[in-house]
Structure formats: structure tokens, C-alpha cells
């Protein structure tokens, strides 16, 4: 069988075998998967073509036993006769919101060479998404600057808009044409069934770089007030850059010496002379670095510059918490990397990504992207689960000089400052009430959800802060006690008040007891 793969980018290794300067950075994830196909012992014979303007005539190429094709415009004609030179027996569309995904169907479509279409972003979702939470006076550009953006490209956000618009409109017009579509969550089935509805949908997971599948894995490390923050991208509002900056000051708060890390280039700046231009053409970046002045952020935000696999591998271990609080997302490769590592995330409850990562499992999901006050509680009360903080910082605290220094100690989240709710309280049963003591059933093996400290006693993690803090609203006193999963809904009502662990909603167990979830 011969398989023409159409991809968005020219992946290093077709650029090698042509003879091209491969980009620094980029096509990790094409190339992770071309990998993984190869492979197999039944692959089929692949063609990985790419629109590359740097090849003059149509170019193909081989080498390792894949051929590689470079169409210097995406144009009818240029497709026709790649499809005739391979003579594929099957077209697979890589993404489907570049114009290339369109023509390239159109010319297969009318040799009678079946395509298949792969779904990456929901590109209509993005669309609408774009410049939530942006300032409406950021929304709107005049003459003079798209002036300048046509021959020095800047960061204007209708000219953004107007891009996604049209990306969303291609999309469209693929997915309406589309008889055979491979998608990974229920957020993008969802679309293929409203955009596409002719198509089968046919689950497939994506892969990613090969380099986040081998040894070493994260581990929690000693931060002290000092935690690292993660954050993939902030170059343009979808990302929500903006939102992390607002909730930054709450974690600040309790970890002072707490640090931002951004993947990716910090805002332009070619000195004074030119400032006020490029903050004009670049009204996102210019929001944000007030925000960072405005917030007294300034110390606590870092930018890394581009990384290639390696060094956001390293980004990655060298991070105590990774965020995704992006306004639309389908299934985040920079959330599944952190994931396969075991770094702790925060993410927003967007698209596809619920499908990805499980609420107090994986990490936590903070609700919508553009709530400060949510993300930083989520930030948190994550950070006080997952990493250690010295005790001699703890020590100097307190006074007391007969800790020992050289141990560490879990911080949880401080829930000292609830204050009991007598309307809520007065709602509980004699039953729960009556003895001032709110009992919780917990399976203390599930980190960083619920686990126990260092002392081998003591019941840790985000879910037994939740407790407390349920417990403070009731003006009950908490305690939780450690269970094997299996007994704690059955202990429900007799044993305990409350079982709180990574329980999955079943029919079976509603009816055994009330889930709040």
C-alpha cells in the first residue's frame, strides 16, 4: 500500500534528503509519528509531501527508505501531478486548516484516490476564542499600521483575527467535503459531526516527540518559597498569558519567590528609539508587559527564548507546575508532554483538554480559561501537593530551633482564613454535625491528590485540603483517615461523613451514595 502524507511544515528529515536547511525548532511531533509508522513491521509506503516555496519545480526525494516530495505552490496543477507521479492508493490530510489541505482533496478527490483527513485544532473554536479577555481598544488596528504590518509583519490582532477567520473558513471547507476523518477527543468529534456529518470518525491518538517517551521523569524537588511556573507560549491572547499575570499576585502571596517561565520570545525590543513603534504593532505583547509593570511582576516573569525538544524537556524537569489555560485547545501536545513526564498541571477546562487530563488525577482543571481568581486558587493548591518546601525556611518561621533542618515537610494550602458559613452549617445532619468532627475516607496512595507525608502517618494533598476547607465552612474540625478505595463509598454514612478520592461517576455507585463532582 502507498500513502501520500500531506503535512503542514517541511519536517527536518525531508529537508535533509532534499537537500534544504531544516528549521531549528519545529515538526517534532510529524517526525515522532513518521517514526512510529515506519516502524511497524507492516508499514505501508509513505510519502511525506510539504508546500515549500525553496523548491523551485516539484522535488522528490528519498532517503532511509521514505520518500519525500516538496511542491513549491499548493496549486491544483502541483498536486495533480504529485498525485500522478506517486500514485498513491490513499491520501492522508495532516490538519486541516491550511490551504493546501483543501487543494491537495480537491486534486485526489478527482483522480478517485481516497483521502483521509486528520483533525488537529478546532480551528472554528479558535477563531471565536481568538482575543478573549483582550481589551476591546486592542481589537482594532488604523491605516498607517497596516501599512507598516505589510512589509514589517507585527502583532496586530484584527489582522490576527482576520487570519483565523480565513484558517476556520478552510477548515470548514474540508471537513464539508471530508468522507473519512481521525480525531482524538469528544470536543473534536463534536465539530467533525457538526462540520462533517457525511464523514466516519475514526479515533486516533496523537504522537508526540519521540524524546518525552524515555527516562528521566520529573520528580518533586525542595522549592522553599521559590516554585517554578511553566508555561508553554504567550505570544498571542488565545494562549492567556494575560490571565496567569492577573492570578499571579494571589501565589505570590504564599510563595514570594515564585518565577513564570514562558516558552518562547519575550516582547520585541530594539531599544528606545523604536519602542513606541514596535508596542504599537504589537498591542498584545505591550498588555502584557504593563500587566507584568502594573502587578509588580517585573522580578518574576522569565522568558526562555525558542527550545527545541531537548531544552523544553529540560523546561519541563526543571518546572514544578505546568499550565495550560488556554481559551481553546483540542489535545494540547505541550499538555500530553508534560503528562508523560509526570510534571503536575493546571489547565483550564477548554475543547479536548478535559479528555486528556482527569481533575485530581493527572492534575487539576480550574474551570474557564479567563478566571484569575480560579486558576491561582488551582495553582495553589497544586503547588502545596506536589512539591516539598525546606523545613529550615519553616523552622526560621516558627522559632522553633529543634526541627531538623536537613528533613523536609509537605506544604499544603493554608486554610485557616475560611470562615464557617452557620446558613451552610445549619444544613448538615445531626448525624454529620454531632460529634464536631467531619470524618473523611481517603486512599492516601493517589499523589498528589491524596497521599501521606513524610511521616508515613499524616494525610497530604490537595483533596485533604479541600476537606479542611469544607470542614472550616461546617465549623467542624477534619479528619481524614486513609482507606483502601474499594471500602470508602461503602463507608459512607456509617464509618465516614464524606469519601473524597478519584472517584469515576458510574451508574452503579450513584445509586450507593450522592456524588458531587
Same mark, same amino acid.
Given at each position: 500500500?502507498?500513502?501520500?502524507?500531506?503535512?503542514?511544515?517541511?519536517?527536518?528529515?525531508?529537508?535533509?534528503?532534499?537537500?534544504?536547511?531544516?528549521?531549528?525548532?519545529?515538526?517534532?511531533?510529524?517526525?515522532?509519528?513518521?517514526?512510529?509508522?515506519?516502524?511497524?513491521?507492516?508499514?505501508?509506503?509513505?510519502?511525506?509531501?510539504?508546500?515549500? +516555496?525553496?523548491?523551485?519545480?516539484?522535488?522528490?526525494?528519498?532517503?532511509?527508505?521514505?520518500?519525500?516530495?516538496?511542491?513549491?505552490?499548493?496549486?491544483?496543477?502541483?498536486?495533480?501531478?504529485?498525485?500522478?507521479?506517486?500514485?498513491?492508493?490513499?491520501?492522508?490530510?495532516?490538519?486541516?486548516?491550511?490551504?493546501?489541505?483543501?487543494?491537495?482533496?480537491?486534486?485526489?478527490?478527482?483522480?478517485?484516490?481516497?483521502?483521509? /483527513?486528520?483533525?488537529?485544532?478546532?480551528?472554528?473554536?479558535?477563531?471565536?476564542?481568538?482575543?478573549?479577555?483582550?481589551?476591546?481598544?486592542?481589537?482594532?488596528?488604523?491605516?498607517?499600521?497596516?501599512?507598516?504590518?505589510?512589509?514589517?509583519?507585527?502583532?496586530?490582532?484584527?489582522?490576527?483575527?482576520?487570519?483565523?477567520?480565513?484558517?476556520?473558513?478552510?477548515?470548514? +471547507?474540508?471537513?464539508?467535503?471530508?468522507?473519512?476523518?481521525?480525531?482524538?477527543?469528544?470536543?473534536?468529534?463534536?465539530?467533525?459531526?457538526?462540520? +462533517?456529518?457525511?464523514?466516519?470518525?475514526?479515533?486516533?491518538?496523537?504522537?508526540?516527540?519521540?524524546?518525552?517517551?524515555?527516562?528521566?521523569?520529573?520528580?518533586?524537588?525542595?522549592?522553599?518559597?521559590?516554585?517554578?511556573?511553566? =508555561?508553554?507560549?504567550?505570544?498571542?491572547?488565545?494562549?492567556?498569558?494575560?490571565?496567569? =499575570?492577573?492570578?499571579?499576585?494571589? /501565589?505570590?502571596?504564599?510563595?514570594?519567590?515564585?518565577?513564570?517561565?514562558?516558552?518562547?520570545?519575550?516582547?520585541?525590543?530594539?531599544?528606545?528609539?523604536?519602542?513606541? /513603534?514596535?508596542?504599537?504593532?504589537?498591542?498584545?505583547?505591550?498588555?502584557?508587559?504593563?500587566?507584568?509593570?502594573?502587578?509588580?511582576?517585573?522580578?518574576?516573569?522569565?522568558?526562555?527564548?525558542?527550545?527545541?525538544?531537548?531544552?523544553?524537556?529540560?523546561?519541563?524537569?526543571?518546572?514544578? $507546575?505546568?499550565? $495550560?489555560?488556554?481559551?481553546?485547545?483540542?489535545?494540547?501536545?505541550?499538555?500530553?508532554?508534560?503528562?508523560?513526564?509526570?510534571?503536575?498541571?493546571?489547565?483550564?477546562?477548554?475543547?479536548?483538554?478535559?479528555?486528556?487530563?482527569?481533575?485530581?488525577?493527572?492534575?487539576?482543571?480550574?474551570?474557564?480559561?479567563?478566571?484569575?481568581?480560579?486558576?491561582?486558587?488551582?495553582?495553589?493548591?497544586?503547588?502545596?501537593?506536589?512539591?516539598?518546601?525546606?523545613?529550615?525556611?519553616?523552622?526560621?518561621?516558627?522559632?522553633?530551633?529543634?526541627?531538623?533542618?536537613?528533613?523536609?515537610?509537605?506544604?499544603?494550602?493554608?486554610?485557616?482564613?475560611?470562615?464557617?458559613?452557620?446558613?451552610?452549617?445549619?444544613?448538615?445532619?445531626?448525624?454529620?454535625?454531632?460529634?464536631?468532627?467531619?470524618?473523611?475516607?481517603?486512599?492516601?496512595?493517589?499523589?498528589?491528590?491524596?497521599? =501521606?507525608?513524610?511521616?508515613?502517618?499524616?494525610?497530604?494533598?490537595?483533596? /485533604?485540603?479541600?476537606?479542611? +476547607?469544607?470542614?472550616?465552612?461546617?465549623?467542624?474540625?477534619?479528619?481524614?483517615?486513609?482507606?483502601?478505595?474499594?471500602?470508602?463509598?461503602?463507608?459512607?454514612?456509617?464509618?465516614?461523613?464524606?469519601?473524597?478520592?478519584?472517584?469515576?461517576?458510574?451508574?452503579?455507585?450513584?445509586?450507593?451514595?450522592?456524588?458531587?463532582?
Amino acid at each position: 500500500m502507498k500513502v501520500l502524507w500531506l503535512v503542514s511544515i517541511t519536517i527536518p528529515a525531508a529537508a535533509d534528503a532534499c537537500g534544504l536547511q531544516a528549521k531549528e525548532i519545529g515538526g517534532g511531533w510529524l517526525s515522532g509519528a513518521l517514526g512510529g509508522m515506519t516502524a511497524a513491521p507492516d508499514a505501508p509506503a509513505i510519502t511525506v509531501a510539504s508546500v515549500d +516555496a525553496r523548491a523551485e519545480t516539484l522535488t522528490v526525494c528519498s532517503k532511509n527508505g521514505v520518500s519525500f516530495a516538496l511542491v513549491p505552490t499548493g496549486s491544483v496543477e502541483n498536486f495533480s501531478a504529485l498525485l500522478k507521479k506517486i500514485a498513491p492508493d490513499l491520501v492522508h490530510i495532516w490538519g486541516t486548516e491550511y490551504a493546501a489541505a483543501r487543494t491537495i482533496q480537491q486534486a485526489a478527490q478527482a483522480a478517485g484516490i481516497p483521502v483521509l /483527513v486528520g483533525i488537529q485544532g478546532v480551528m472554528v473554536d479558535c477563531a471565536l476564542h481568538l482575543n478573549d479577555g483582550v481589551p476591546a481598544r486592542l481589537l482594532h488596528s488604523c491605516a498607517a499600521q497596516h501599512l507598516i504590518d505589510r512589509h514589517v509583519p507585527g502583532g496586530l490582532l484584527d489582522v490576527n483575527q482576520a487570519r483565523f477567520d480565513t484558517l476556520a473558513q478552510s477548515e470548514a +471547507a474540508v471537513l464539508a467535503n471530508a468522507r473519512h476523518v481521525t480525531g482524538r477527543t469528544s470536543f473534536d468529534r463534536s465539530a467533525v459531526q457538526k462540520l +462533517a456529518p457525511q464523514a466516519s470518525y475514526y479515533p486516533c491518538n496523537e504522537t508526540l516527540r519521540p524524546e518525552f517517551y524515555t527516562p528521566p521523569v520529573w520528580h518533586p524537588r525542595t522549592f522553599g518559597e521559590a516554585p517554578v511556573l511553566l =508555561l508553554s507560549q504567550g505570544n498571542y491572547p488565545l494562549k492567556n498569558l494575560h490571565t496567569v =499575570l492577573k492570578a499571579l499576585p494571589a /501565589v505570590l502571596a504564599q510563595y514570594p519567590g515564585a518565577v513564570l517561565r514562558v516558552a518562547g520570545w519575550p516582547p520585541l525590543d530594539k531599544g528606545p528609539l523604536l519602542r513606541p /513603534v514596535i508596542d504599537w504593532m504589537f498591542p498584545y505583547q505591550t498588555w502584557c508587559k504593563q500587566l507584568i509593570r502594573r502587578l509588580g511582576l517585573a522580578d518574576h516573569v522569565q522568558y526562555t527564548g525558542p527550545l527545541d525538544a531537548a531544552a523544553m524537556r529540560q523546561a519541563y524537569l526543571d518546572a514544578d $507546575l505546568f499550565l $495550560l489555560p488556554s481559551y481553546s485547545e483540542n489535545s494540547p501536545n505541550s499538555l500530553g508532554e508534560a503528562m508523560l513526564l509526570g510534571l503536575p498541571c493546571v489547565a483550564s477546562a477548554a475543547g479536548g483538554i478535559p479528555d486528556m487530563l482527569q481533575s485530581g488525577v493527572q492534575g487539576m482543571l480550574y474551570g474557564v480559561a479567563g478566571d484569575d481568581a480560579a486558576l491561582s486558587a488551582a495553582m495553589l493548591i497544586a503547588v502545596a501537593a506536589c512539591g516539598t518546601t525546606d523545613s529550615t525556611d519553616t523552622v526560621s518561621k516558627s522559632g522553633d530551633s529543634s526541627k531538623d533542618s536537613s528533613s523536609t515537610s509537605i506544604q499544603g494550602f493554608d486554610t485557616s482564613s475560611i470562615q464557617k458559613d452557620d446558613e451552610i452549617a445549619a444544613l448538615l445532619p445531626d448525624s454529620v454535625a454531632g460529634d464536631g468532627t467531619l470524618t473523611v475516607g481517603a486512599d492516601t496512595s493517589y499523589a498528589p491528590a491524596e497521599f =501521606l507525608a513524610e511521616d508515613g502517618k499524616t494525610p497530604v494533598g490537595f483533596d /485533604v485540603d479541600l476537606s479542611k +476547607a469544607l470542614a472550616a465552612v461546617f465549623g467542624l474540625k477534619e479528619n481524614t483517615v486513609s482507606s483502601t478505595f474499594d471500602s470508602i463509598i461503602p463507608s459512607v454514612g456509617s464509618k465516614y461523613d464524606i469519601g473524597i478520592s478519584s472517584f469515576t461517576v458510574t451508574k452503579e455507585r450513584m445509586e450507593a451514595v450522592d456524588f458531587v463532582t
